[in-house]
Protein backbone atom coordinates (compact mmCIF):
# COMPACT_ATOMS: atom_id res chain seq x y z
CA UNK A 1 0.00 0.00 0.00
CA UNK A 2 1.27 3.73 -1.15
CA UNK A 3 1.47 5.88 1.78
CA UNK A 4 0.58 9.09 0.29
CA UNK A 5 2.35 12.42 2.05
CA UNK A 6 -0.31 14.13 3.67
CA UNK A 7 -0.12 18.05 2.98
CA UNK A 8 1.72 20.20 5.46
CA UNK A 9 -1.84 22.53 6.07
CA UNK A 10 -3.70 19.63 6.76
CA UNK A 11 -1.38 18.26 9.90
CA UNK A 12 -2.15 19.06 12.70
CA UNK A 13 0.57 21.47 14.70
CA UNK A 14 2.65 19.63 17.29
CA UNK A 15 3.24 21.56 19.74
CA UNK A 16 5.26 19.08 21.96
CA UNK A 17 5.74 19.65 25.74
CA UNK A 18 3.64 23.02 25.33
CA UNK A 19 0.61 21.32 24.77
CA UNK A 20 1.54 18.43 27.20
CA UNK A 21 1.94 21.02 29.69
CA UNK A 22 -1.59 22.90 28.40
CA UNK A 23 -3.47 19.62 28.87
CA UNK A 24 -2.40 18.60 32.35
CA UNK A 25 -3.45 22.36 33.22
CA UNK A 26 -6.84 21.81 31.67
CA UNK A 27 -7.21 18.70 33.37
CA UNK A 28 -6.73 19.76 36.91
CA UNK A 29 -8.46 23.09 36.00
CA UNK A 30 -11.59 20.54 34.34
CA UNK A 31 -11.18 18.29 37.63
CA UNK A 32 -11.47 21.01 40.01
CA UNK A 33 -14.77 22.14 38.59
CA UNK A 34 -16.87 18.65 38.15
CA UNK A 35 -15.23 17.76 41.43
CA UNK A 36 -16.38 20.76 43.05
CA UNK A 37 -20.13 19.86 41.74
CA UNK A 38 -19.94 15.91 42.08
CA UNK A 39 -17.07 15.30 44.31
CA UNK A 40 -14.43 12.80 43.76
CA UNK A 41 -16.78 9.80 42.78
CA UNK A 42 -17.29 12.08 39.01
CA UNK A 43 -16.61 10.07 36.18
CA UNK A 44 -13.27 10.89 34.44
CA UNK A 45 -15.03 10.84 31.13
CA UNK A 46 -16.54 14.52 32.25
CA UNK A 47 -13.36 15.77 33.58
CA UNK A 48 -11.84 14.85 30.13
CA UNK A 49 -14.88 16.17 27.90
CA UNK A 50 -14.86 19.22 30.22
CA UNK A 51 -11.03 20.10 29.58
CA UNK A 52 -11.30 19.33 25.70
CA UNK A 53 -9.39 16.58 25.53
CA UNK A 54 -9.24 12.85 24.59
CA UNK A 55 -9.09 10.42 27.80
CA UNK A 56 -5.92 8.95 26.21
CA UNK A 57 -5.03 12.55 27.36
CA UNK A 58 -6.33 12.33 30.62
CA UNK A 59 -4.60 9.27 31.46
CA UNK A 60 -1.23 9.74 29.75
CA UNK A 61 -1.63 12.35 32.77
CA UNK A 62 -2.92 10.54 34.99
CA UNK A 63 -2.56 6.73 35.28
CA UNK A 64 -6.18 6.53 37.65
CA UNK A 65 -8.79 8.55 39.40
CA UNK A 66 -6.40 8.92 42.71
CA UNK A 67 -3.87 10.45 40.47
CA UNK A 68 -6.30 13.27 39.35
CA UNK A 69 -7.80 13.66 42.67
CA UNK A 70 -4.65 14.25 44.49
CA UNK A 71 -3.19 16.60 41.38
CA UNK A 72 -6.36 18.76 42.21
CA UNK A 73 -6.45 18.30 46.24
CA UNK A 74 -2.71 19.02 46.48
CA UNK A 75 -3.19 22.30 44.83
CA UNK A 76 -6.17 23.01 47.35
CA UNK A 77 -3.28 22.30 50.18
CA UNK A 78 -0.60 23.87 48.81
CA UNK A 79 -2.76 26.83 49.23
CA UNK A 80 -3.48 26.64 52.56
CA UNK A 81 0.17 26.41 53.51
CA UNK A 82 0.88 28.57 51.48
CA UNK A 83 -1.22 31.44 53.49
CA UNK A 84 0.54 29.64 56.82
CA UNK A 85 3.59 30.61 55.84
CA UNK A 86 2.95 33.69 54.37
CA UNK A 87 4.35 37.11 56.23
CA UNK A 88 1.61 38.16 58.91
CA UNK A 89 -0.74 34.84 58.51
CA UNK A 90 -2.43 34.32 61.44
CA UNK A 91 -5.09 31.62 62.56
CA UNK A 92 -8.02 33.59 61.15
CA UNK A 93 -6.42 34.47 57.44
CA UNK A 94 -5.49 30.86 57.38
CA UNK A 95 -9.05 29.45 58.30
CA UNK A 96 -10.06 32.28 55.67
CA UNK A 97 -8.35 30.35 52.99
CA UNK A 98 -9.07 26.80 54.42
CA UNK A 99 -12.83 28.07 54.83
CA UNK A 100 -12.45 28.97 50.96
CA UNK A 101 -11.62 25.79 49.95
CA UNK A 102 -14.14 24.00 51.67
CA UNK A 103 -17.40 26.23 50.05
CA UNK A 104 -15.59 25.51 46.91
CA UNK A 105 -15.18 21.89 46.77
CA UNK A 106 -16.97 18.64 47.99
CA UNK A 107 -13.45 16.77 47.18
CA UNK A 108 -11.68 18.87 49.84
CA UNK A 109 -14.11 18.39 52.73
CA UNK A 110 -13.87 14.81 52.09
CA UNK A 111 -10.09 15.00 51.68
CA UNK A 112 -10.19 16.82 55.32
CA UNK A 113 -12.43 13.50 56.63
CA UNK A 114 -9.63 11.05 55.80
CA UNK A 115 -9.36 9.99 59.05
CA UNK A 116 -12.54 7.88 58.51
CA UNK A 117 -12.62 4.87 56.84
CA UNK A 118 -14.77 6.10 53.08
CA UNK A 119 -14.19 2.60 51.71
CA UNK A 120 -13.69 -1.16 52.50
CA UNK A 121 -9.93 -0.79 51.46
CA UNK A 122 -9.67 2.11 53.85
CA UNK A 123 -8.06 6.14 53.26
CA UNK A 124 -6.44 6.03 50.11
CA UNK A 125 -2.44 7.20 50.88
CA UNK A 126 -2.47 10.20 49.37
CA UNK A 127 -5.64 11.52 50.85
CA UNK A 128 -4.35 10.42 54.16
CA UNK A 129 -0.94 12.78 53.57
CA UNK A 130 -2.47 15.58 52.10
CA UNK A 131 -4.85 15.53 55.23
CA UNK A 132 -1.92 15.67 57.62
CA UNK A 133 -0.25 18.32 55.91
CA UNK A 134 -3.28 21.10 56.10
CA UNK A 135 -3.08 19.42 59.57
CA UNK A 136 0.32 20.77 60.28
CA UNK A 137 -0.30 23.67 58.41
CA UNK A 138 -3.56 24.81 60.50
CA UNK A 139 -1.58 23.40 63.34
CA UNK A 140 1.06 26.66 63.25
CA UNK A 141 -1.16 29.09 63.87
CA UNK A 142 -3.55 27.35 66.16
CA UNK A 143 -4.29 29.71 69.23
CA UNK A 144 -2.58 28.99 72.43
CA UNK A 145 -4.73 28.49 75.09
CA UNK A 146 -7.81 28.50 73.17
CA UNK A 147 -10.65 26.46 72.80
CA UNK A 148 -8.39 24.25 69.77
CA UNK A 149 -5.36 23.97 71.35
CA UNK A 150 -6.10 20.39 72.56
CA UNK A 151 -4.77 17.24 70.54
CA UNK A 152 -7.20 16.85 67.65
CA UNK A 153 -9.57 19.38 68.51
CA UNK A 154 -8.63 21.80 65.55
CA UNK A 155 -9.41 19.04 63.23
CA UNK A 156 -12.61 18.16 65.08
CA UNK A 157 -13.24 21.99 65.09
CA UNK A 158 -12.80 22.04 60.89
CA UNK A 159 -14.46 18.45 60.51
CA UNK A 160 -17.59 20.16 62.44
CA UNK A 161 -17.52 22.98 60.32
CA UNK A 162 -17.12 21.07 57.29
CA UNK A 163 -20.23 19.45 57.64
CA UNK A 164 -22.54 22.77 57.70
CA UNK A 165 -20.77 23.50 54.16
CA UNK A 166 -24.21 22.98 52.68
CA UNK A 167 -26.23 24.70 50.40
CA UNK A 168 -26.76 25.29 46.77
CA UNK A 169 -24.88 28.65 45.76
CA UNK A 170 -20.94 29.07 47.32
CA UNK A 171 -22.46 32.40 49.07
CA UNK A 172 -24.76 29.96 51.25
CA UNK A 173 -22.25 27.40 51.67
CA UNK A 174 -19.82 30.19 52.83
CA UNK A 175 -22.19 31.65 55.08
CA UNK A 176 -23.13 28.74 56.74
CA UNK A 177 -19.05 27.97 57.33
CA UNK A 178 -18.50 31.51 58.79
CA UNK A 179 -21.98 30.87 60.93
CA UNK A 180 -20.20 27.72 62.36
CA UNK A 181 -17.11 29.47 62.66
CA UNK A 182 -18.67 31.81 64.71
CA UNK A 183 -20.70 29.38 67.18
CA UNK A 184 -17.49 27.71 67.95
CA UNK A 185 -15.94 30.83 69.08
CA UNK A 186 -13.37 30.90 66.22
CA UNK A 187 -12.42 34.23 63.80
CA UNK A 188 -11.84 32.41 59.92
CA UNK A 189 -11.62 36.08 57.93
CA UNK A 190 -11.80 36.66 55.06
CA UNK A 191 -12.96 34.25 53.14
CA UNK A 192 -10.49 33.62 49.91
CA UNK A 193 -8.12 31.82 48.19
CA UNK A 194 -4.78 32.47 48.88
CA UNK A 195 -2.92 34.88 46.95
CA UNK A 196 0.99 35.56 46.48
Known amino acids: MTEHPVPEKWR ?4 GPKAAARNRAALVSAAREIYARHGLAAPLS ?12 LYRHF ?13 NV ?9 EGATSATVL ?24 PQGVPPYAQALSERVERALRGHAPHGGRLEAAGDLML ?12 TREERERRARAAWRLLGVEAEPVRPFEE
Not at 12 to 15: D, E, G, V
Not at 46 to 57: F, P
Not at 63 to 75: H, K, M, N, S, T
Open 78 to 86: RQVEQAAEA
Open 12 to 15: PANH
Open 46 to 57: AIARRAGVGQGV
Open 96 to 119: GVLTWHLTESAAFIGLLHADVAIS
Open 157 to 168: AVAMVSGAVTGP
Open 63 to 75: PDRAAVAAAVLEE
